[in-house]
């Protein structure tokens, strides 16, 4: 196999972080883990911060471990969207980069549209509010902290100022770009306007490349320290979404998918952006991806549900698989009590199940009491969320669609999977796991011309992986609990 034809991607979740190698032959793409770590955010007197010197610290030794399997040809870093470390003139950070779920910008979506109107604010970015967006992060410094902004030279999103940190080079690619809910549909660039109106300094934000542009070179001291001959650093699909969404192993340009991991993104890809009144009544995203392509897709809370109950359980020293825990749901009743798991107190860490018990409560419903009952709830809430989003979806693009594409860590939650084809009555098509790296690599393949464009690169994907497939059960009891959960919660 040539050596040309290899390739490093570094994945970073919110929780997780891991090193593989890609290796394409001309007709498939074999991947090998070499490297895996977690991603343990740090809290300090009340901030709570990503800790980037460490994750610098496995990037290195994913280099070592990948030049001692045999070496590659170029490296690209993905990662979770909207958060960002600044650096001063001299080239240093700041501060540590603050972690999304911190509370910093609590109140501030507000306070945006005091000074810009939410249908202005939308129309100009086309990108769904959420608190914890890039703009609001910075509002709240510019209020709360401005020594901070005063200090610093240039921003840089996580997978730019991990690269940064690599090739001494700053630029911000477009994809990682757009999550910030500071650039301009129309120009693909800042918007001085949001800029000025919210006071943020335009002189942070360097000049945004398109996905696959090449950064530069790693440094000599970094190649000497590891051990590697220089390789370029290509700008993949900087966000973890759109580089899922690239290794969509879809057959046509009309699919509908769901990007599964802590976060689930509902979605399609489209060749220009919707704003409209059902798009802002939605509240949808309309993201940058590879080609300038849109990703129209709806943030959902996801397995963080799961997971942080999970966590919690563990904290009181149940030790809980994520098996068990299906098996537990799969026992208890159906449809007894609905959560809607946007609610703003699912969003911080903490006693999940808890909040689920607090909910329903306050919603008047059954009060779920055992573990199983939480995690039925928390599972069947999902499904009919995701379903909500596709009824709202189609009627945004006018489009139906025959299958649901669901990518990433959630094809493993094969219940979620199967309520998902039930609630919605669509046919699930499930995979790739590796959907987010198998988009880093594809883009760096394309980027070195070893690809010749995204289509072919999703057929290369559709051979290279499994998919699993689910059809709709039991649908009329879907349906029938779809009409309670619509009434009680919206």
């Given at each position: 196999?040539s050596?040309?034809?290899?390739?490093l991607?570094?994945?970073?979740?919110?929780?997780s972080?891991?090193?593989?190698?890609?290796?394409?032959?001309?007709?498939?793409?074999?991947?090998?883990?070499?490297?895996?770590?977690?991603?343990?955010?740090?809290?300090?007197?009340?901030?709570?911060?990503?800790?980037?010197?460490?994750?610098?610290?496995?990037?290195?030794?994913?280099?070592?471990?990948?030049?001692?399997?045999?070496?590659?040809?170029?490296?690209?870093?993905?990662?979770?969207?909207?958060?960002?470390?600044?650096?001063?003139?001299e080239?240093?950070?700041?501060?540590?980069?603050?972690?999304?779920?911190?509370?910093?910008?609590?109140?501030?979506?507000?306070?945006?549209?005091r000074?810009?109107?939410?249908e202005?604010?939308?129309?100009?970015?086309?990108?769904?509010?959420?608190?914890?967006?890039?703009a609001?992060?910075l509002?709240?410094?510019?209020?709360?902290?401005?020594?901070?902004?005063?200090?610093?030279?240039?921003l840089?999103?996580?997978?730019?100022l991990?690269?940064?940190?690599?090739?001494?080079?700053?630029?911000?690619?477009?994809?990682?770009a757009?999550?910030?809910?500071?650039?301009?549909?129309?120009?693909?660039?800042w918007s001085?306007?949001?800029?000025?109106?919210?006071?943020?300094?335009?002189?942070l934000?360097?000049?945004?490349?398109?996905?696959?542009?090449?950064m530069?070179?790693?440094r000599?001291?970094i190649?000497?320290?590891?051990?590697?001959?220089?390789?370029?650093?290509?700008?993949?699909c900087?966000?973890?979404?759109?580089?899922?969404?690239?290794?969509v192993?879809?057959r046509?340009?009309?699919?509908v998918?769901?990007?599964?991991?802590?976060?689930?993104l509902?979605?399609?890809?489209?060749?220009s952006?919707?704003?409209?009144?059902?798009?802002?009544?939605?509240n949808?995203?309309?993201?940058?991806?590879?080609?300038?392509?849109?990703?129209?897709?709806?943030?959902?809370t996801?397995l963080?549900?799961?997971?942080?109950?999970?966590?919690?359980?563990?904290?009181?020293?149940?030790?809980?698989?994520y098996?068990?825990?299906?098996?537990?749901?799969?026992?208890?009743?159906?449809?007894?009590?609905?959560?809607?798991?946007?609610?703003?107190?699912f969003?911080?860490?903490g006693?999940?199940?808890q909040?689920?018990?607090?909910?329903?409560?306050k919603?008047g419903?059954?009060?779920?009491?055992?573990?199983?009952e939480?995690?039925?709830?928390?599972?069947?809430?999902?499904?009919?969320?995701?379903?909500?989003?596709?009824?709202?979806?189609?009627d945004?693009t006018?489009k139906?669609?025959?299958?649901?594409?669901?990518?990433?860590?959630?094809?493993?939650?094969?219940?979620l999977?199967?309520?998902t084809?039930?609630?919605?009555?669509?046919?699930v098509l499930?995979?790739?796991?590796?959907?987010?790296?198998?988009g880093?690599?594809?883009?760096?393949?394309?980027a070195?011309?070893?690809?010749?464009n995204?289509?072919?690169?999703?057929?290369?994907?559709?051979l290279?992986?499994?998919v699993?497939?689910?059809f709709?059960?039991?649908?009329?009891?879907?349906?029938?609990?779809?009409?309670?959960y619509v009434?009680?919660l919206?």
């Amino acid at each position: 196999m040539s050596h040309a034809k290899r390739v490093l991607a570094f994945d970073f979740g919110a929780s997780s972080g891991r090193a593989m190698l890609g290796s394409f032959d001309g007709e498939r793409i074999t991947l090998e883990e070499i490297h895996r770590f977690t991603n343990d955010p740090v809290e300090v007197n009340g901030t709570i911060y990503w800790d980037v010197l460490r994750l610098f610290y496995e990037i290195k030794q994913g280099l070592i471990k990948a030049q001692a399997q045999g070496g590659f040809s170029s490296v690209g870093i993905d990662t979770w969207g909207v958060d960002f470390g600044l650096i001063d003139s001299e080239g240093s950070l700041v501060e540590n980069p603050v972690h999304y779920r911190d509370a910093r910008t609590k109140g501030m979506v507000d306070e945006a549209f005091r000074l810009l109107p939410k249908e202005e604010f939308y129309r100009l970015t086309g990108i769904q509010f959420m608190e914890l967006n890039t703009a609001f992060q910075l509002l709240s410094l510019r209020l709360n902290r401005p020594h901070i902004l005063d200090r610093a030279d240039k921003l840089l999103f996580m997978p730019d100022l991990l690269a940064y940190m690599l090739t001494g080079a700053k630029t911000t690619e477009y994809s990682i770009a757009t999550t910030s809910q500071l650039i301009d549909l129309k120009t693909r660039n800042w918007s001085g306007k949001i800029l000025r109106t919210l006071g943020i300094p335009e002189r942070l934000f360097t000049q945004i490349v398109p996905s696959g542009s090449v950064m530069g070179q790693i440094r000599s001291g970094i190649c000497e320290e590891c051990g590697i001959e220089p390789v370029d650093v290509i700008s993949v699909c900087g966000h973890d979404t759109p580089s899922a969404i690239t290794a969509v192993p879809a057959r046509n340009g009309d699919f509908v998918l769901i990007s599964s991991g802590t976060w689930s993104l509902f979605g399609t890809e489209l060749n220009s952006p919707i704003v409209n009144e059902k798009a802002i009544e939605m509240n949808v995203t309309n993201e940058g991806g590879y080609g300038y392509i849109t990703g129209f897709l709806k943030n959902i809370t996801g397995l963080w549900l799961i997971q942080e109950s999970r966590r919690h359980w563990q904290r009181r020293g149940r030790n809980y698989s994520y098996a068990e825990l299906e098996r537990l749901a799969l026992e208890a009743p159906p449809f007894k009590c609905f959560i809607d798991p946007d609610a703003p107190e699912f969003t911080p860490h903490g006693n999940i199940p808890q909040r689920v018990r607090d909910f329903c409560e306050k919603t008047g419903q059954y009060v779920p009491q055992s573990v199983g009952e939480v995690m039925r709830c928390i599972y069947e809430s999902l499904a009919l969320k995701y379903r909500l989003t596709f009824e709202k979806l189609r009627d945004c693009t006018g489009k139906d669609y025959p299958a649901i594409h669901i990518i990433g860590g959630g094809v493993k939650d094969t219940l979620l999977c199967r309520m998902t084809a039930g609630s919605c009555n669509r046919k699930v098509l499930a995979g790739p796991v590796e959907a987010t790296v198998l988009g880093n690599i594809a883009v760096q393949l394309l980027a070195r011309g070893d690809i010749e464009n995204i289509s072919r690169a999703r057929e290369i994907i559709a051979l290279s992986e499994s998919v699993t497939e689910y059809f709709p059960e039991k649908t009329d009891e879907w349906d029938r609990a779809y009409i309670r959960y619509v009434e009680i919660l919206f």
